[in-house]
């Protein structure tokens, strides 16, 4: 059975940084694509980062340079370190993990997901 499990959610002041965390288990993590998604109230569930088992990292623009994805295969963890956060961050984030990610920045391709995380930035 796929677990994916979150943590390091949390509530913070507009500037600050926080890690989240997604430790897997039942999946064969290293040959995996890595992603983390978000969802805000009232919106849809966007696409936030993703590493591949290469190690190629691929960000949406507004988290370019702020953000950034790793994974420790040893440890079937994935990261996602979140800095200068902004109030427009604000959403619960999932991960997700994914066999055969075509289109990687869709949901459609990850057939594993957490149970979600909430971020939030206050101004």
């Known amino acids: 059975q796929v677990q994916l499990v979150e943590s390091g959610g949390g509530l913070v002041q507009t500037g600050d940084s926080l890690r989240l965390s997604c430790a897997a288990s039942?999946?064969?993590?290293?040959?995996?694509?890595l992603a983390w998604f978000r969802q805000a109230p009232g919106k849809e569930r966007e696409f936030v980062a993703r590493?591949?088992?290469?190690?190629?990292?691929y960000y949406r623009d507004s988290a370019e340079g702020r953000f950034t994805i790793s994974r420790d295969n040893a440890k079937n963890t994935v990261y996602l370190q979140m800095n200068s956060l902004k109030p427009e961050d604000t959403a619960v984030y999932y991960c997700?993990?994914?066999?055969?990610?075509?289109?990687?920045?869709?949901?459609?391709?990850?057939?594993?997901w957490g149970q979600g995380s909430q971020v939030t930035a206050s101004s």
């Open positions: 997700a993990a994914g066999r055969f990610c075509v289109i990687s920045t869709s949901a459609d391709a990850y057939e594993h």
């Open positions: 039942g999946v064969a993590f290293s040959t995996y694509t």
């Open positions: 590493i591949k088992a290469s190690g190629d990292t």
